[in-house]
C-alpha cells in the first residue's frame, strides 16, 4: 500500500503513513557490567535497524548508591561509567574513568596531604564532578544534571538515576587497623580494602526514605521489555529495587523481565558480588542470585515481591537450568563472557530472545 502523498501547500494538512512504534527497552543497571552489557545491547539495536528498520529506545535506571563526595565534588561513578562507555571516552582497561587520563590535581592534593590518597579523581574526570557539583549547588535535581552531562556524551540511550535523593551504601567491617568494627563509605570498602576485610552487614542510608527520580516508574510500566544485566545483585540491582515503588513497579509492568547472571561457575567475574552475596546470606551461584531476586508473581521469604521472569545463565552452570525452571522462571544457558562485540552482542540478543519467549507463555 502506497503512502498518502504529502502536499507542498502550506496551509494544507500533509499526512504520511506513520512507521512501526520504537521497542522500547528498560534496563536496570550498574557500572562495569552494566555498561558493557549496554555496548552489545546498542550494537545489536543498531544492526536491527540498518537490517530491518526496527527502532530501538533504551532507558537506562543507574544505581546512585555507590555515589559520594570527596573534595567538596559529587561522585557518581555508575552513571558515569555507562556515560563514558556508551560516549566512547571510557578506559577500557580499567573499565572505569577517562580515557588518555593524567592526575596532576590528584598529585597536588596529595603534596598539600590532603587525603584519601587509596581515592584519586583524574584530572579530566574532575571536570565531570565539577561541572555536576555546581549544577547541583544551583538547584537542578540529578536527574536533569545527567541529562545535561549527557548532552556532550550522546551515549545513546536515556541515562536517569535511580532516585534525586541522596543514598549511599555503607558496609560494616572489621577495621585491619584497630580490630574495630565500624561502618565504611562503600567505596572505602571496596577501592581502599578491595573487598578483603571481613564485613558483616551492608547498609544503604536513605534508601528507605528515597523515590524514584522522574521517569524511571514511567520507563518500567512503558517497557516493552525490561533487562538486568550482569551488575551487583547487593549493592547495584539491590539498591535500585530498594528504592520505594520500584519492586512494585516492576512486578506489575506487562513487559517481560529478564536477567542476566553476573555469577558464573560459583564466582563473581568482575567485582565483590561474592563477599557481599555471602553477607546477605544468599548463595552464590547462577541460581541462588536468581532466586534472590525472586519470581515474579512469587513472595520469597523476606516478604519481597519477586521481579524476574527469565534468566540467563553460563554453559558452566547449565545444571541450573532444571532448578530454576521447576522454580518457575524461563531459563537458558548461554556464553555469558563479554569478551568482544561479538560475544556481548550475543548475549544481548539471548537476552530478548528469552524475553520473546517469556511473552509468549
Same mark, same amino acid.
Given at each position: 500500500?502506497?503512502?498518502?502523498?504529502?502536499?507542498?501547500?502550506?496551509?494544507?494538512?500533509?499526512?504520511?503513513?506513520?512507521?512501526?512504534?520504537?521497542? !522500547?527497552?528498560?534496563?536496570?543497571?550498574? =557500572? /562495569? *557490567?552494566? #555498561?558493557? @552489557?549496554?555496548? $552489545?545491547?546498542?550494537? %545489536? +539495536?543498531?544492526?536491527?535497524?540498518?537490517?530491518?528498520?526496527?527502532?530501538?529506545?533504551?532507558?537506562?535506571?543507574?544505581?546512585?548508591?555507590?555515589?559520594?563526595?570527596?573534595?567538596?565534588?559529587?561522585?557518581?561513578?555508575?552513571?558515569?561509567?555507562?556515560?563514558?562507555?556508551?560516549?566512547?571516552?571510557?578506559?577500557?582497561?580499567?573499565?572505569?574513568?577517562?580515557?588518555?587520563?593524567?592526575?596532576?590535581? !590528584?598529585?597536588?592534593?596529595?603534596?598539600? =596531604? /590532603? *587525603?584519601? #590518597?587509596? @581515592?584519586?579523581? $583524574?584530572?579530566?574526570? %574532575? +571536570?565531570?564532578?565539577?561541572?555536576?557539583?555546581?549544577?547541583?549547588?544551583?538547584?537542578?535535581?540529578?536527574?536533569?544534571?545527567?541529562?545535561?552531562?549527557?548532552?556532550?556524551?550522546?551515549?545513546?540511550?536515556?541515562?536517569?538515576?535511580?532516585?534525586?535523593?541522596?543514598?549511599?551504601?555503607?558496609?560494616?567491617?572489621?577495621?585491619?587497623?584497630?580490630?574495630?568494627?565500624?561502618?565504611?563509605?562503600?567505596?572505602?570498602?571496596?577501592?581502599?580494602?578491595?573487598?578483603?576485610?571481613? #564485613?558483616?552487614?551492608?547498609?544503604?542510608?536513605?534508601?528507605?526514605?528515597?523515590?524514584?527520580?522522574?521517569?524511571?516508574?514511567?520507563?518500567?510500566?512503558?517497557?516493552?521489555?525490561?533487562?538486568?544485566?550482569?551488575?551487583?545483585?547487593?549493592?547495584?540491582?539491590?539498591?535500585?529495587?530498594?528504592?520505594?515503588?520500584?519492586?512494585?513497579?516492576?512486578?506489575?509492568?506487562?513487559?517481560?523481565?529478564?536477567?542476566?547472571?553476573?555469577?558464573?561457575?560459583?564466582?563473581?567475574?568482575?567485582?565483590?558480588?561474592?563477599?557481599?552475596?555471602?553477607?546477605?546470606?544468599?548463595?552464590?551461584?547462577?541460581?541462588?542470585?536468581?532466586?534472590?531476586?525472586?519470581?515474579?508473581?512469587?513472595?520469597?521469604?523476606?516478604?519481597?515481591?519477586?521481579?524476574?521472569?527469565?534468566?540467563?545463565?553460563?554453559?558452566?552452570?547449565?545444571?541450573?537450568?532444571?532448578?530454576?525452571?521447576?522454580?518457575?522462571?524461563?531459563?537458558?544457558?548461554?556464553?555469558?563472557?563479554?569478551?568482544?562485540?561479538?560475544?556481548?552482542?550475543?548475549?544481548?540478543?539471548?537476552?530478548?530472545?528469552?524475553?520473546?519467549?517469556?511473552?509468549?507463555?
Amino acid at each position: 500500500m502506497s503512502s498518502t502523498p504529502v502536499t507542498t501547500h502550506p496551509d494544507a494538512p500533509s499526512t504520511v503513513e506513520a512507521g512501526p512504534a520504537p521497542r !522500547r527497552l528498560t534496563v536496570l543497571s550498574g =557500572g /562495569v *557490567g552494566g #555498561a558493557r @552489557f549496554l555496548e $552489545g545491547l546498542l550494537h %545489536l +539495536a543498531r544492526r536491527e535497524e540498518a537490517e530491518s528498520g526496527t527502532v530501538t529506545e533504551v532507558t537506562v535506571v543507574a544505581n546512585t548508591a555507590d555515589d559520594w563526595w570527596l573534595h567538596g565534588l559529587k561522585v557518581c561513578p555508575d552513571l558515569d561509567t555507562v556515560m563514558y562507555t556508551l560516549g566512547d571516552g571510557i578506559d577500557v582497561e580499567r573499565g572505569w574513568g577517562r580515557r588518555e587520563e593524567t592526575w596532576n590535581a !590528584r598529585d597536588e592534593l596529595a603534596a598539600y =596531604g /590532603v *587525603g584519601p #590518597a587509596w @581515592f584519586g579523581l $583524574g584530572d579530566r574526570d %574532575l +571536570a565531570t564532578h565539577l561541572v555536576r557539583t555546581q549544577m547541583l549547588d544551583a538547584g537542578y535535581p540529578l536527574s536533569a544534571v545527567t541529562a545535561a552531562l549527557c548532552r556532550r556524551w550522546q551515549p545513546g540511550v536515556e541515562l536517569l538515576p535511580m532516585t534525586d535523593d541522596r543514598v549511599e551504601t555503607h558496609v560494616v567491617i572489621d577495621d585491619p587497623d584497630t580490630g574495630e568494627r565500624r561502618a565504611v563509605h562503600f567505596q572505602e570498602y571496596w577501592v581502599r580494602h578491595h573487598a578483603e576485610v571481613p #564485613a558483616h552487614g551492608v547498609v544503604p542510608i536513605g534508601l528507605e526514605d528515597s523515590s524514584p527520580a522522574p521517569g524511571v516508574l514511567e520507563a518500567i510500566a512503558g517497557a516493552d521489555v525490561v533487562l538486568v544485566p550482569p551488575s551487583n545483585p547487593v549493592v547495584s540491582v539491590g539498591t535500585i529495587l530498594g528504592v520505594p515503588g520500584v519492586r512494585e513497579a516492576i512486578a506489575s509492568t506487562p513487559a517481560p523481565v529478564v536477567g542476566v547472571s553476573g555469577i558464573i561457575g560459583e564466582d563473581h567475574v568482575r567485582g565483590m558480588a561474592r563477599q557481599l552475596l555471602g553477607v546477605v546470606g544468599v548463595e552464590v551461584s547462577a541460581a541462588g542470585v536468581a532466586e534472590h531476586y525472586g519470581r515474579r508473581g512469587a513472595t520469597g521469604s523476606d516478604g519481597a515481591t519477586g521481579v524476574l521472569d527469565g534468566w540467563l545463565v553460563d554453559t558452566v552452570d547449565e545444571k541450573a537450568v532444571e532448578r530454576l525452571r521447576a522454580g518457575g522462571f524461563a531459563c537458558r544457558a548461554v556464553p555469558l563472557w563479554m569478551s568482544d562485540d561479538d560475544t556481548t552482542t550475543a548475549l544481548a540478543a539471548a537476552a530478548l530472545d528469552l524475553a520473546a519467549e517469556v511473552g509468549r507463555r
